[in-house]
């Protein structure tokens, strides 16, 4: 390592005194991103934290067909430091109203022909971000074939990886979905065993810091990227989508664009383990709010009754009790999930929206989002392929009532996806309905840019702990993982918490365990696995704390934990406080929770119970310590 910090030094000592490099800091100084160029005319950055590097010399650059901003670029100039601030609210997520503060440099170069690209660099208290502009203006195409964007660590570096799955595999041909278990605590230049790459977000630890990468402002012009290690760069580089991975035969791939063009933010969220959890990055850097109208916009849990019954659940007499039992828990919806338009049918959907209505419950429907990428059986299948489908389709929800949609089985993360995500979030949007994409890409901050977009699925959730015993073996430190991984920035729609019995599995998670998770995950939409039956064999004290389910909070903070090991977490919806952990080892624990910053205050804890299901207890804000059952956990309440 000393080696390859000495070869930065001299790569930049050749250009540290001259005009053609720069720094920028962030506001509190405690990070600061040093960019210039090596003996090659390459762009690179370097970052310290605190005065240490916490991130090495990492290449910077683009290919585009007509020109090459990887190599031979001269700097034409560097901007001064600009102060970004921006104040926002959100619709569902960690935090309901954010401030977002930054220092910004713009580094503008050339090319060998005389082309210009500028790199902006944004600096922030919990990490920084980079994109690269495209300053001229032309009504040419332009298309991006390479991007020479990386992250460089320490060989010591230890990480916490999705891989990303082959496209055109799997189940009916629907991957890639996002939904492969992670590689935990393995080498950064692990290789993944697909061959395909890492998914976004990617956790990082590195000596004292820890880091997470993912992407924002990804928009119709580009398409969505991923990590893979680069054995010749020794490197965590940005790849491109798969060649499967379009919307349809010739449609975009790969970036194509007009001038001038923007490509999606490079986003690093850089410190402790609870400064990266505790971030809002994802978001900062995602543009504001497209919708002028947001008024029905409702986060809050749904009644769902595919997790436990599958497809037979879906008719009319199961749907009605789904949605008295939805009004019984005050939860505001209820999903009805695929192959309705057979099951039940359009004209008995619009008896159970009217029902619901009485209930003061609204209902969500299922979708088949999918052309010919996949053979997917499921329907209604299509509706949205075309705009006149999408305003047809839509209109129809919003004239019967519908409050949501969830679509499912998209294809992948190639250019033409992008636009085919975005174009239903905005027809969604024109008739005020809720959008759930599952079998999905990472929303990538689209939640803040449009916040009809509650959850997207994009985990292995909660269904494959149905499927197969392995999955049930395997959920308790899946689930101790994804608080700092998957569901770090964008809202994950897990579907969690079942209470009772599993048909056919051997559930290994406690119950307290599963009655933590719909507070510990961050969704819109929180769909709600427990069925009437088992929510009725509960005590009467869990079942009123099922009532009271918030989904969007106004502050969230790490107290403690590590990745698949432990997690507790701190959420406030005004002035209450919800407290919840999960142990995702098969080994009891007694932790300390220092809940010092909740103040003076007395509350209440349920836990596992020794010889019963739960125990519940008075509990005190403070330092205090809780036991923890193998694969148990617990909620707290101020």
């Known amino acids: 390592m000393k080696k390859f910090l000495s070869l930065f030094c001299f790569l930049f000592a050749v250009t540290i005194s001259a005009q053609n490099s720069g720094s920028v800091k962030s506001p509190d100084g405690s990070i600061s991103v040093i960019f210039g160029m090596n003996t ?42 600009a102060k970004i601030s921006e ?161 349809a035969k010739d449609a975009p791939l790969y970036p194509q664009s007009k001038l001038p063009w923007e490509t999606p933010w490079r986003v690093v969220a850089l410190g402790s383990l609870a400064t990266v959890v505790n971030s809002t990055l994802g978001t900062d850097l995602s543009p504001k709010s497209r919708l002028s109208d947001t008024s029905y916009i409702k986060a809050g849990p749904a009644a769902w009754s595919w997790g436990i019954y599958k497809d037979d659940g879906t008719n009319y007499e199961l749907q009605k009790t789904f949605i008295e039992y939805a009004s019984k828990m005050r939860w505001p919806y209820v999903l009805i999930d695929a192959d309705w338009h057979i099951r039940i049918g359009m004209d008995r959907i619009k008896e159970l929206v009217a029902f619901g209505k009485q209930k003061n419950v609204k209902l969500i429907l299922w979708y088949n989002s999918a052309g010919d990428w996949n053979t997917t059986p499921y329907g209604p299948r299509g509706k949205f392929l075309t705009a006149e489908g999408r305003e047809s389709e839509f209109k129809i929800l919003e004239e019967i009532g519908i409050a949501g949609t969830k679509i499912d089985f ?97 559930r290994k998670t406690t119950s307290a365990f599963e009655l933590a998770l719909p507070t510990l995950f961050l969704s819109g939409f929180q769909h709600i696995a427990e069925i009437p039956d088992g929510m009725a064999k509960m005590p009467d004290y869990v079942i009123e704390y099922c009532k009271d389910l918030p989904m969007l909070w106004d502050e969230s903070r790490l107290v403690s934990g590590f990745p698949g090991k432990d997690v507790v977490m701190a959420r406030r919806r005004g002035n209450d406080w919800f407290v919840m952990g999960i142990n995702g080892e098969n080994s009891a624990k007694e932790i300390e929770v220092d809940l010092s910053f909740i103040g003076d205050r007395n509350g209440f804890m349920i836990t596992d119970a020794a010889d019963s299901l739960f125990e519940k207890s008075p ?15 617990f909620v707290m309440k101020y």
């Open 40 to 81: 090659d005319s390459q762009p690179y950055y370097l970052v310290q934290k605190n005065g240490k590097t916490a991130i090495g010399a990492s290449r910077l650059g683009l290919v585009r067909k007509d020109g090459d901003f990887s190599k031979n670029m001269t700097v034409i100039s560097i901007s001064a430091d």
């Open 87 to 247: 104040h926002y609210q959100m619709s569902v997520g960690k935090q309901k109203s954010v401030s977002y503060a930054a220092n910004q440099k713009t580094l503008r170069l050339k090319n060998g022909s005389g082309q210009k690209m500028d790199i902006v660099f944004n600096v922030s208290d919990d990490g920084f971000a980079f994109r690269y502009v495209f300053p001229e203006t032309s009504s040419d195409v332009k298309y991006i074939t390479e991007e020479i964007s990386t992250f460089s660590f320490k060989s010591s570096a230890k990480a916490w990886l999705q891989p990303m799955s082959k496209a055109q595999t799997g189940w009916e041909h629907c991957h890639p979905s996002y939904e492969e278990y992670y590689l935990k605590n393995v080498a950064i230049d692990t290789k993944s065993p697909i061959g395909q790459g890492f998914v976004y977000p990617v956790l990082v630890k590195d000596g004292p810091n820890w880091i997470a990468l993912t992407e924002a402002s990804v928009e119709k012009n580009y398409c969505a990227s991923h990590l893979d290690y680069d054995e010749k760069l020794k490197a965590m580089r940005v790849v491109f989508p798969q060649p499967e991975e379009v919307f």
């Open 410 to 506: 998209f294809g992948g993360d190639g250019q033409s996806f992008m636009q085919y995500y975005i174009d239903i979030l905005e027809a969604a949007a024109r008739h005020k309905i809720m959008v759930n994409f599952h079998g999905a890409t990472l929303p990538r901050g689209w939640e803040k840019t449009y916040p009809n977009l509650m959850t997207a699925e994009a985990i292995k959730g909660f269904e494959f702990v149905t499927f197969t015993q392995e999955g049930a073996d395997l959920q308790p430190e899946h689930c101790a993982t994804i608080p700092f991984t998957r569901n770090l920035f964008d809202p994950m729609d897990f579907t969690p918490m079942c209470l009772d019995k599993i048909p056919n599995i051997n």
């Open 619 to 633: 509990v005190k804000a403070g330092k205090t310590r809780v036991k923890m059952k193998p694969y148990g956990g």
